[in-house]
């Protein structure tokens, strides 16, 4: 089972990327999907998930700015991101997760299988 992350790059601020998750080995259309960013000297925290039945939650500084999306047949996962800032620089990740409920969905202990990463850097 393999996650590859793809989409980053360098904007401007208020630019957009479409950052992408594609799932090899794995059927994921129960699973939760995830995504987390690690920026420059920071810990690794949640950004956003889509759950098995389309549910979305999203950190706080993300909302009405991110858009979390999944495709079941193409067993990918998007995140579209808006009006970036610069303290969206970081190394973003997707993850999935057959086991998570509501209760741990922000939580990285929650999903067992994780993508590479890729960069993202907003420059104001």
């Known amino acids: 089972v393999q996650l590859q992350a793809s989409g980053g790059g360098s904007v401007q601020a208020g630019g957009s990327l479409r950052l992408s998750c594609a799932a090899s080995?794995?059927?994921?259309?129960?699973?939760?999907v995830a995504w987390f960013r690690q920026p420059p000297g920071k810990e690794r925290k949640f950004v956003a998930a889509?759950?098995?039945?389309?549910?979305?939650t999203y950190e706080d500084s993300v909302k009405g700015r991110f858009t979390i999306s999944r495709d079941n047949a193409k067993n990918m996962g998007y995140l579209q991101m808006n009006s970036l800032r610069p303290e969206d620089t970081a190394v973003y990740y997707c993850?999935?997760?057959?086991?998570?409920?509501?209760?741990?969905?922000?939580?990285?202990?929650?999903?067992?299988?994780w993508g590479q990463g890729t960069q993202v850097t907003v420059s104001s």
């Open positions: 080995g794995r059927n994921f259309r129960r699973d939760t």
């Open positions: 889509v759950r098995y039945n389309g549910h979305n």
């Open positions: 993850a999935v997760s057959s086991s998570v409920i509501l209760s741990n969905l922000a939580s990285q202990a929650a999903y067992a299988i």
